[in-house]
């Protein structure tokens, strides 16, 4: 069984957020930029299974500009066999799914993160497996490879399930998918220099949305404090003033 | 010039710092307390490939530069000294050692495991009586048919108690006086062996430290590193690649403890405001900041120099004497920032002003790299 | 032409939640001037399905049909889109939850869509199609704008008003035209979280801290919370402690919430922490440290003893 894992290039989530002057983009000055953290756990699995001798080969594909391939490279240093970039700016969701559909369609098993910390999509894994036609779980936090058969864990709301798909399959996985993202070694780091980094020509393909600009959000108004002893006050005033009791 | 570090240095960084954030960050409270041995954490770092980081992949190492290196010392060392100065010993003095002057059937038997990890080497030159100057060695390695029989004291000896394998400098010929020193690789459960009780030291304390006593250790004649008499250089050099592993966790304690400081400063309120906009502070944190930049860049030049082959004699002195004296600064200044809390253990800057102290005085004191600096300046 | 909303029940009854969406597709079908199609997919009966009516679905598609309730994406997704369809709808909602996020982005494809998912308000404007979500993790706000004919959108709970109406609407039986071929996924075994109210889906959220000082202390903030009929949630440190379950968890790294009102006991406001619950509408803390970065997020708060506090708060509960 071979595994794609999609990875997104994001901001270090402790980057502090900036736009353009006229609030139309995001200001990328100065970023440094990450695996988008599902993603990365998802990687992690991918490579745990690879160790176990549950799959055959484990890859990564993104779309971006080359700008994203150290991030693509770190994914190999983390224990990827190969890794695909398209080269096109990803306009939205719908388009880098559309251009990622070559690369995936030989696989068994795609894993996408649940969500990218950047524009908080949770889109590409769905949409991609509506246009290979192939199935999909989503909110996915347990993957496990017994006889052929893949038993997957996922959340749903107000519980979770245990359950079994046949591939090929796109899984949207979430926190729980392994336990903390994996650490490259300096043996994969040096190997991933001679690993391939295929890049691939853009198809044709269009967007459906576009962002035409960005808010901070409004600053908070400071707390209101009461005292110790009248804590009762504080009860009448979400009732009263705050409506929410 | 060229300032900017490559994509696999910069991913060795991240490395180094996930797992100190993550992992050593941990139980660093617990261990440092209670003189634990960060065992676990060495197993770690061996399997992501930090014990034998510089040593060539041919012998099972990683093959990286020495700016890697203290790009890695700098962020273990913002964390966990104690676990920091285990990876110095084994990659700067015992691997670099071995990897430069040991003959092949020495790689192949002790840098291999050494590398990977398997073991852990300590490198035994201090003696009660012989600290710095190590031309005044009391230890003795008689000749004898095939194998020396050593003899005598060692202090201060950093992985003592947890190293498989140890790098021992004895006098041969003492009529030679230095040129009369030999070293030697010796297996640590040789018999004729002891140690000292654990040194209970003011910081580092998650590291072990003891005093080793030689009884007619014997050690066999093919264990001897280089030409007869060749201890004393080989002790030298050894300490010179050391310096700059030892410079870069000084560079990690007064970095950490910067970091810890602008985050208390901007969190922590006085007056109305965040303290970090009182000029007080917020002037300290420039001195900081302006010390731990001079530092890295003192650090990183020194290792510049060796990655290309260059004398870097003073220049790792240079670094040593710098990063050890602006740690101690620096993490005095944080536990001042953090006020009360500072002086308590859970905010860890205290930690780091007590294990600051000691990277002024091992490895070669602050007074000797001044020592090293102005002969060599003198002689130009 | 309409506006399509997929509503969830629970074992037959609607959350609060398929109320909320009913409400805010109904303030969309307003301003493009057509209806509202509900689409109830499970064993629901028509006086619960009537209920939607209230909320101003004027037709309710229903789907009595069993195999759905293993969830199945592929055919899930097909009979929302069947729907979508027979409805001729222009807009399709779905809850930003994790099934609304599974179906989304395979009917966006199936419809030639475009879909925008965790929108928090109405569109600003239906010519562009322009709404807001949130982006960057909650630290910023994006307006995105869709070209396409038909658009999804998966709405974040909590974020509209319900609005009743005195609006009755048709029960129609709809077949959903999905094959067994469709169903793709085997459930082997299902968990379900009973008896206490659902976290996720809570209004009240009753959360502690270590400085609750132990699991024998939570009595307070469980009465408080079945008073409330709020849900219980806890910190990182409690559920590593062990004091709470990692169920209760909510934070950056735990279940991530956005209740109309949350209530932090104990609770100093890690930059971890906050992240999980920053997108609540109402955020009260207690806590004895003036400088608890969490009165930093709160809009009310008590700088105090939690123990002398809890009791007061019961009392005031008990009498509004």
């Not at chain 2, 020396?148 to 009529?175: D, F």
């Not at chain 2, 990690?252 to 109305?272: D, I």
Request: proline share 3%; charged share 25%; aromatic share 6%.
């Amino acid at each position: 069984m071979k595994v794609l894992v999609l990875i997104s290039n994001v901001p270090d989530t402790t980057t502090k957020i900036r736009f353009t002057e006229d609030n139309t983009a995001f200001d990328s000055s100065g970023v440094q930029w990450i695996i988008n953290p599902w993603d990365e756990l998802a990687l992690t699995r991918a490579v745990e299974l690879k160790e176990a001798g549950a799959i055959e080969k484990v890859s990564v594909a993104n779309v971006g500009g080359k700008i994203t391939e150290p991030t693509l490279r770190k994914a190999l240093a983390i224990g990827a066999d190969d890794a695909f970039r398209v080269d096109a700016e990803p306009l939205d969701a719908f388009f880098v799914a559309g251009q990622l559909t070559e690369v995936a369609k030989d696989y068994d098993i795609v894993l996408a993160g649940i969500e990218a910390s950047d524009y908080n999509g949770s889109a590409v894994g769905g949409m991609l497996a509506e246009l290979l036609d192939f199935n999909s779980v989503s909110a996915v936090s347990g993957l496990n490879i017994e006889g052929g058969e893949l038993v997957i864990n996922r959340e749903i709301d107000g519980g979770s399930q245990v359950l079994s798909c046949a591939a090929p399959v796109v899984l949207i996985v979430q926190k729980g998918i392994a336990k903390e993202p994996r650490i490259p070694a300096m043996r994969g780091i040096m190997m991933a220099r001679k690993k391939p980094l295929n890049v691939i020509p853009a198809m044709d393909g269009s967007n459906k949305i576009k962002f035409v600009n960005y808010e901070m959000p409004p600053p908070k108004a400071a707390c209101k404090l009461v005292d110790e002893d009248n804590a009762k006050e504080l009860i009448a005033m979400l009732h009263e003033e705050a409506k929410v009791l | 010039m060229n300032f900017e570090l490559t994509e696999e240095q910069i991913m060795i960084q991240q490395a180094a710092r996930d797992y100190a954030q993550r992992e050593l960050i941990q139980d660093v409270l617990e261990r440092d307390e209670k003189c634990i041995f960060p065992e676990r954490h060495v197993k770690n770092l061996s399997e992501l490939g930090f014990m034998g980081m510089m040593v060539d992949p041919e012998y099972d190492g990683a093959g990286m530069d020495t700016v890697s290196y203290v790009l890695a010392m700098e962020e273990l060392s913002k964390v966990d000294a104690s676990t920091s100065v285990i990876v110095s010993v084994n990659n700067s003095l015992v691997c670099y050692g071995l990897q430069k002057f040991g003959s092949e059937e020495q790689k192949q038997k002790y840098l291999k495991p050494l590398a990977r990890g398997d073991y852990l080497g300590a490198f035994l030159l201090s003696e009660p009586e012989a600290g710095s100057d190590a031309t005044s060695q009391r230890t003795t390695a008689e000749e004898m048919d095939d194998h020396y029989l050593l003899n005598g004291t060692k202090n201060w000896i950093t992985n003592a108690a947890s190293a498989q394998i140890y790098l021992v400098v004895a006098q041969t010929h003492p009529e030679k006086k230095h040129r009369g020193i030999n070293a030697f690789i010796v297996e640590r459960d040789s018999p004729g062996i002891s140690l000292g009780p654990h040194e209970d030291k003011m910081g580092m304390r998650s590291s072990d430290t003891h005093s080793v006593m030689f009884t007619d250790v014997k050690v066999p004649k093919e264990n001897r590193i280089g030409e007869d008499g060749f201890g004393f250089k080989f002790a030298m050099q050894a300490l010179e690649a050391g310096r700059i592993g030892i410079a870069a966790q000084a560079l990690g304690l007064a970095s950490g403890a910067l970091e810890r400081s602008v985050a208390y400063a901007k969190e922590r309120k006085a007056f109305g405001t965040e303290i970090v906009n009182h000029q007080a502070i917020a002037f300290k944190l420039a001195d900081m900041d302006l010390k731990v930049e001079n530092a890295r860049n003192l650090c990183l030049k020194a290792a510049w120099l060796k990655d290309n082959g260059k004398s870097f004699r003073k220049e790792s002195a240079y670094a040593k004497l710098y990063c050890a004296d602006i740690a101690m600064e620096v993490t005095t200044e944080a536990v001042q920032i953090h006020g009360g809390y500072g002086y308590v253990k859970e905010y860890h800057v205290e930690r780091l002003m007590r294990e600051a102290k000691l990277t002024q005085i091992y490895e070669g004191t602050s007074e000797i790299q001044k020592i090293v600096i102005s002969r060599k300046l003198l002689e130009d | 032409m309409s506006v399509l909303v997929y509503t969830e029940n629970w074992d037959g009854k609607f959350k609060k939640l398929s109320f909320e969406l009913v409400s805010y597709a109904s303030a969309i079908a307003k301003e493009l001037g057509t209806n509202v199609t509900a689409l109830s997919i499970g064993n629901v009966d028509d006086d619960e399905l009537t209920k939607l009516g209230g909320f101003g679905a004027t037709k309710i598609l229903n789907v009595a049909d069993d195999r759905f309730t293993s969830l199945d994406n592929k055919a899930l997704s097909k009979a929302v889109a069947n729907a979508a369809q027979a409805e001729g709808a222009k807009v399709v909602i779905l809850a930003h939850n994790n099934l609304g996020k599974a179906l989304a982005p395979r009917l966006a494809v199936k419809l030639d869509a475009g879909l925008v998912s965790g929108v928090t308000a109405l569109p600003s404007g239906f010519d562009p199609f322009i709404v807001q979500k949130k982006t960057f993790t909650g630290k910023a706000f994006a307006n995105a704008q869709i070209d396409a004919d038909v658009k999804v959108l998966t709405f974040s709970q909590n974020s509209y008003k319900l609005a009743e109406t005195d609006n009755n609407a048709t029960i129609e039986s709809f077949d959903a035209g999905v094959s067994d071929a469709d169903f793709s996924t085997r459930v082997k075994e299902t968990n379900k979280v009973t008896g206490t109210v659902l976290l996720t889906d809570a209004e009240i959220v009753v959360s502690g801290g270590r400085g609750m000082k132990g699991s024998e202390n939570w009595g307070g903030l469980e009465e408080l919370a079945e008073l409330l009929g709020a849900g219980l949630a806890c910190s990182r440190p409690v559920s590593d402690e062990g004091w709470r379950g990692h169920s209760e968890h909510v934070g950056q790294t735990g279940k991530i919430i956005a209740p109309n009102l949350y209530f932090a006991f104990g609770i100093s406001g890690a930059i971890q922490h906050l992240g999980g619950v920053s997108s609540s509408k109402v955020i009260v803390a207690i806590n004895k440290d003036p400088e608890a970065p969490i009165f930093e997020s709160a809009d009310y708060g008590i700088v105090g003893d939690v123990f002398k506090v809890l009791p007061q708060f019961i009392e005031g509960v008990k009498e509004l």
